[in-house]
């Protein structure tokens, strides 16, 4: 299998159609069999570390980053969240590794373009019921148990960079709007 999969790199790698920069075709392609890779093989692939962080953290950072995100034919960020996903389920040396090339910072973000995502998809009633079908309202239900109702009274430090739970809080607010937003 994974000769097969390494043809596959190789062949889509050396197309002779040459385009300005890489094909995002081709690179979710990639990612995905990779994905596939991490979630089938999970036992035989646990002893060793992902190798492509770097590159990863960068797809994820640029793809969250890009104003045009919605509108793109490739489904970079999906595919790219997806591996991440995968690659840490399959080991802790994965984790750590993701850790270290500082990949956990971007994850807040990440969570917070998808925040946005649902309140935008919550607009139409098809969406609307898709997201709840798919089980959008528990992953958004475990952050509105973050939130804290005495922060304001406790007089402490207000930062969130330096408060954890001044950012739990405001990222359960948002959460709040989400979850009424899908009118449930």
């Known amino acids: 299998m994974f000769e097969q999969v390494n043809k596959a790199y190789e062949f889509l790698c050396s197309k002779a159609k040459v385009k300005d920069g890489p094909d995002p075709q081709n690179i979710v392609l990639i990612l995905k069999a990779q994905s596939i890779l991490f979630s089938r093989y999970k036992e035989e692939l646990q002893p060793y570390k992902y190798a492509g962080y770097p590159m990863l953290i960068k797809t994820i950072q640029m793809e969250t980053n890009d104003d045009q995100l919605f509108s ?9 969240s997806e591996l991440a996903y995968h690659t840490v389920n399959c080991s802790s040396l994965n984790a750590e590794e993701l850790r270290r090339e500082s990949g956990i910072q971007n994850l807040p ?4 373009v998808v925040c946005e995502c649902v309140s935008a998809f919550s607009v139409d009633f098809w969406l609307q019921t898709n997201l709840f079908q798919s089980g959008v309202l528990w992953h958004l239900l475990l952050y509105l148990f973050n939130y804290d109702y005495t922060l304001e009274e406790g007089g402490v430090d207000r930062s969130q960079e330096s408060n954890q739970q001044v950012g739990c809080t405001l990222e359960s607010r948002k959460d709040k709007k989400k979850c009424y937003d899908l009118k449930l």
């Open 72 to 80: 793109k034919s490739a489904p970079l960020l999906a595919a790219a």
């Open 109 to 112: 973000r990440l969570c917070a």
